[in-house]
């Protein structure tokens, strides 16, 4: 059963060919990346609508993005890690979480397993714990000064010895949010405190194209001399 509780591309530039007799090729490109970064531009000129509604509206401001479909980090689909592990078996049987989850298509044949909760996250106390929690970057998109809540509620929801893996992006120096900057060392600063223990952290090979460089994966175990239910 997978319970969902409802991100930012990088402007990308192929680098031009130098061969003379590739100048056919060399057209197409440039169309190619003419249409490449007036996509880009739009993208980010939604992202900058949605950044300034966020900024504006503190207790209603992401509402207000999903009434407006100001929703930039909806891929449309599921994202390629998650799509790659279910694919190989490698994600653990049972409960699964994914807070913050954003829009999944309610023509699935799989719709039966999945429900959506309409709730406060940091509070949430549901009757049974999780043996996955799947992060797509929840992390970033709230205020910096609430991760350690974050991280205490991921301790709250798992199941001792359970999974939480983590889509750690955008890994970079930007100011402000969201989304906001993210790094390994503040998953870390967060949740080895806790009791987690990193597993496996390593670049997203899965990333879409725009992501790539800027997006890792963490899977971290929880502890069972940390149980807290």
Known sequence: MIVGIRKLPSILGAAPLQSHRRLPTKL???????EHNASNSNHQSRVDKFSKVIRDDHTGGWETCWEQGLT???????????SHLCAMGDLPNGRALVPGCGSLSS??????YFSF???????????ELFDLIFDYTFFS???PAMRVAWGQQMQMLLK????LITLMFPIDNHIGGPPYKVSVSEYEDVLLPLGFKAV???DNEHAIPPRKGREMIGRWKRSLAHASL
Not at 160 to 163: F, I, L, R, S
């Open 28 to 34: 197409r490109m440039g169309q190619h990346n003419s």
């Open 117 to 127: 909760l309409k709730e406060d996250f940091f509070s949430w106390r549901p009757k």
């Open 72 to 82: 930039p980090w909806d891929l449309g689909q599921p994202t390629p890690v998650i």
């Open 200 to 202: 496996l952290i390593k």
């Open 107 to 112: 023509s699935s044949p799989k719709i039966r």
């Open 160 to 163: 001792p010895n359970g999974e």
């Open 141 to 143: 998109a709230i205020e």
